[in-house]
């Protein structure tokens, strides 16, 4: 058993430790070269959270579809960060439901002007479930 073990760790731990190293350093994360742009999207978003009794308000009055703080007040929340440990409201601190963030973003002109330039959004901490929407309307994608 302990032989059987030793071969198991023998095989197995290079390659583990080498999913770590890559993982470590963001393997197949984006970066910037000749031929690549990144456009980080970090910093303070407009936040809100569904407390309807159904938890979809917010799809049902879609409000994706107007600037997020007609819907009802919002919040600045950073991002990344959790919402769970952000705010002083007790509602959020063990809140599961759909919550939405919304930012406007300002794309360089020369993503705009080439229709032929590929762009990628890259969402890093979306941990559960996300939907994105672009210009009011949803991305079915980005679903993830």
Sequence with gaps: MARGLAVAWAVLGPLLWGCALALQGGMLYPRESPSRERKELDGLWSFRADFSDNRRRG??????????????????????????????????????????????????????????????????????????????LLCPEYIL
Excluded: K
């Design 59 to 136: 799809f049902e009055e879609q409000w994706y579809r107007r600037p997020l703080r007609e819907s009802g007040p919002t919040l600045d929340m950073p991002v990344p960060s959790s919402f769970n440990d952000i705010s002083q409201d007790w509602r959020l601190r063990h809140f599961v439901g759909w919550v939405w963030y919304e930012r406007e973003v300002i794309l360089p002109e020369r993503w705009t002007q080439d229709l032929s330039t590929r762009v990628v959004l890259r969402i890093g901490s979306a941990h559960a479930y996300a939907i994105v929407v672009s210009q009011g």
